[in-house]
Structures are given as structure tokens and as C-alpha cells.
């Protein structure tokens, strides 16, 4: 199952966990309001893909304590220094996605969400920070490790937890909630303050605290996450391509040439003009010949090979066929355009199509590791350029007063997921997205209707 969450401004996260299967399929149809006039004129296919969709890879464990047993085994000696710092920042790594995806889901059901709930979460945190602080390392190579980790999953703690108080409902149990959510946080920043780990001028300042907390993001994230290699396919073909392309014009522009010269006899400016006549013509149509047949030559195909690479071994342990393009809703798969419900409006859209195959080679990844999470960024302020500024106003009558209100333009996104793993049936997930211009509004996922 795919997992999906919107970010700061207008980018939306989406989440998978690549377990057992080898091979994985995923397709991504984004469905646009057509009154945006998206084409691909005015938006490219390439410049979409690369400064619109970001993806990266990390080593997962369902069996979330053994991370803590190998930075054990690392700690007495047995494993190398490297590999306590991976399993550390591994174990931190997952428990700062799984904190995060909790009090997610807390804040969009927060209206309904009870006191037990609340409790089970901090229980929960409280419990896996133990575990991490239970025993010290004394070597100050491997302490250095354990301080940056330490210190940045106890402020995210703080982070997340206060946030839950910021969008606590004011009902019979929000005394109760903040009093216990602002306990586990004052523990947290009196344990960063007993260890010494952040000077007080870093503390008292939000700006140096936040930039050093999203460096040691990227430290715990580092080790853990596979190196990527991108590289677009097709460059050979499209060089023999023009090749071909420019021969053939070159050989039928001369034999119409060597006609036009026999029928008109010698040198005259009938001749002259035929000519001319002539190479316009070749200039006229061999760039359009060109990318006509390169269009239809690559329809299907991937337009781009990722390869993925242990950040320690530099092996590689898989790689990944993508591919990028607009579809007309009539050329979607059947099964989409029905979990897309289709309605009038949808023929108005325009669909933007993200496609990706991956093989992985689990035999090679990090040792005690046989699954990967993948993160897919999908940025959409290239989109949200071609909305309408500024708001409309809606009148509204209310105790026989007539008041003019100010309404943001707000636009519908609808995003489905085809995902494929193995020799599974396929699994396909709807999302309605509500998107303005300065940012994403509303995240649903609409549950599908079970085949009878």
C-alpha cells in the first residue's frame, strides 16, 4: 500500500515499502483540470520529470529493534565502526518516520482521536527512546555517532508532540492531552540540556537550531539511503536517427534536384528558384520529420535507467526503468478510468502519466536487510503557475445582512496509484488533491469499491 501526505507548500509525499518481490511496478496518473491549459508546450515532458519528481531508496526493517541489536554487536567489537553508525542511524531513521506518520495521522483525524490514542503514541515513542539510550557507547568514535542521533530524535520528539498540542480540539480531554504531551516534551529538552548537546546561543536561536537539526537529518539519513545513478536512454537512437533522417531528405532533395535541372534544361532562374523551392522544403520538414519518427520510435519505451548503489559497498543492488508523458484520459488504462469515476468533467483533463519498473537484488543489500522504502516527492508549483491569481468573492445572506466574503481559487487534482509487486494482483489507490496557488490544501484518499 501506498501512503500519501502533503509537505510544506505544494509538495506531496508518497511512501512505499518494497518487501519480498524482486521486481515492482508503480504508475502514477495525475489527473489535471483542463482549464489550466497544460500541454506539453507549455510544460515539457523532461523539465517536469526532473524538477518535479524526486525519489530516493532507503533500507527498511519490519523487525524494528534489529538495527539496535547490530549497533549492539558494533559497540563489543564485533562489527565495524561503520556498520554501528548505519544500524544506529537506520534505527533513528525509521523511528522518526514511524513518529511522523503517527502524529500525521493524528492531526487529520484529530477532531475524533482519543485521550487512549494520544497515550499510545507517547507510550510508544517513550519506549523506543529507552531502548536507544539504554546503554552508552564509550568509545568517543562510535559516542559521536550515538550524541548526533540522540540529539536529533529527541528534538524531532519535541517537534512532533508540540505540534499535536498546536491543533489539539478544546473538548473534555485537551487539559489532560497538553498536560501529558508538554511533560514528555520539557523531559526531552531537559535531556538535550543535561547532555550538553546544543550550545545555549544554537538553543536560544530557531534558526541556528533548525538549520544544525536538518544537517544531522541528512547524517542519520546518509548511511542509510542507496546512491542513485540517472541516465536518459535513447541518446544512440536519436543520434542515428538524425542520421537517417538527414540522408534520406539529402538523397531525395538532390534526386528531385538532378530532375528539375534534366527537364529545364542548363542554368536559368527557373532552375535557380526550383532549387531554392526546393531546400525550403528540406528545411521545412526534416525537423518535423525527425521528431515524428522519434516520437513514435520511443512511445512505450522508458525514457530513463536508474541505478541504485550500497552507499558502504558501492555495489549495485538494483536498478529502475522510468517513464514520464501526457496520456489523453482515453488512452488510460480501463481499470484507472474507473477508479477514477469518470464524469464529464474528466474529458476536459489532461493526464500526466509517471511510470516506473525496478528490479532489486536483495542478496546484496546491507547485511539483516531484505526491503526498502521508497519516498516519491511530487512537486507542484510548476502546476500551481498556471492557476489564476487573487480570489473570488461568494455573497451570503445571514440575519437579512448581505455579506461579501473573499474565497481563495482552489483546483482539484485527482492522483491515482496502479502498484504491481511480484506476481501479485495489482493494487490501485485514488487521492483527491485540492490545490491552490500558494499551496496544497487537502490530501483525501477515496477508498475503492470492492469487485463483487
Known amino acids: 500500500m501506498i501512503t500519501a501526505e502533503r509537505k510544506d507548500g505544494h ?14 511496478r508503480l504508475d502514477l496518473y495525475l489527473f489535471v483540470p483542463g482549464e489550466l491549459g497544460l500541454n506539453s508546450q507549455v510544460l515539457p515532458e523532461d523539465g517536469f520529470y526532473h524538477n518535479a519528481i524526486h525519489s530516493t531508496r532507503t533500507y527498511f526493517s519490519d523487525r524494528p529493534h534489529l538495527p539496535l ?20 542511524s537506520l534505527y533513528g531513521y525509521q523511528y522518526v518516520v514511524g513518529l511522523e506518520q503517527s502524529c500525521h495521522d493524528l ?9 487512549e490514542e494520544v497515550e499510545a503514541v507517547v507510550s510508544l515513542a517513550q519506549d523506543i527512546l ?32 508540540l505540534s499535536l498540542v498546536a491543533h489539539l480540539p478544546r473538548n473534555g480531554d485537551y487539559k489532560t492531552v497538553k498536560s501529558l504531551l508538554l511533560e514528555v516534551c520539557a523531559i526531552e529538552r531537559q535531556h538535550r540540556i543535561d547532555n550538553k548537546y546544543n550550545t545555549a546561543h544554537a538553543s536560544d536561536s530557531l534558526s541556528r537550531i533548525s538549520n544544525k537539526m536538518r ?28 542520421a537517417v533522417v538527414t540522408a534520406v531528405v539529402m538523397t531525395t532533395v538532390s534526386l528531385a534536384a ?35 519518427l522519434w516520437r513514435w520510435l520511443r512511445r512505450g519505451r522508458p525514457k530513463w535507467r536508474r541505478q541504485y548503489f550500497d552507499v558502504h559497498s558501492t555495489q549495485l543492488v538494483g536498478r529502475q526503468l522510468e517513464w514520464f508523458d501526457y496520456q489523453r484520459p482515453s488512452r488510460v488504462p480501463a481499470e484507472v478510468r474507473a477508479a477514477r469515476r469518470a464524469n464529464v468533467s474528466q474529458r ?4 500526466l502519466h509517471y511510470g516506473s519498473h525496478s528490479r532489486m537484488l536483495p542478496t546484496r543489500f546491507l547485511t539483516g536487510y531484505e526491503q526498502t522504502r521508497e519516498s516519491l516527492q511530487l512537486d507542484l508549483t510548476m502546476l500551481a503557475r498556471l492557476m489564476e491569481k487573487g480570489s473570488h468573492h ?33 493494487v490501485l489507490q485514488r487521492w483527491k488533491v485540492v490545490v491552490s496557488r500558494s499551496k496544497i490544501v487537502e490530501v483525501e484518499e477515496i477508498p475503492q469499491k470492492k469487485k463483487a
Open 130 to 161: 529507552r531502548r536507544l539510550r539504554r546503554r552508552v557507547p564509550n568509545d568517543d568514535t562510535l559516542r559521536k555517532y550515538y550524541t548526533n542521533i540522540d540529539n536529533y530524535v529527541s528534538w524531532f520528539t519535541e517537534q512532533r508532540l
Open 394 to 426: 461568494v455573497y451570503q445572506l445571514k440575519e437579512n445582512q448581505v455579506s461579501r466574503q473573499p474565497v481563495e481559487r482552489r483546483y482539484l487534482f485527482n492522483l491515482i496509484t496502479r502498484e504491481v509487486q511480484g506476481q501479485k494482483p495489482p
Open 258 to 292: 538532378y530532375e528539375v535541372r534534366e527537364t529545364l534544361g542548363g542554368l536559368s532562374m527557373m532552375v535557380i528558384l526550383a532549387l531554392a523551392v526546393l531546400y525550403a522544403l528540406r528545411e521545412l520538414f526534416k525537423d518535423d520529420l525527425r521528431n515524428t
Open 107 to 115: 492531526r487529520n483525524r484529530m477532531e475524533a482521536v482519543s485521550q
Open 69 to 88: 541489536v547490530h549497533s549492539r554487536l558494533a559497540e563489543r567489537g564485533k562489527l565495524t565502526p561503520e556498520q554501528y553508525r548505519v544500524s544506529l
Open 11 to 24: 509538495s506531496l509525499k508518497l511512501s512505499r515499502i518494497l518487501r519480498e518481490a524482486t521486481e515492482h
Open 348 to 351: 476536459e483533463e489532461v493526464v
Open 215 to 242: 544537517l544531522l537529518r541528512r547524517l542519520i539519513e546518509y548511511p542509510v539511503t542507496l546512491k542513485e545513478r540517472t541516465r536518459e536512454l535513447g541518446g544512440g537512437e536519436q543520434k542515428l536517427l538524425k
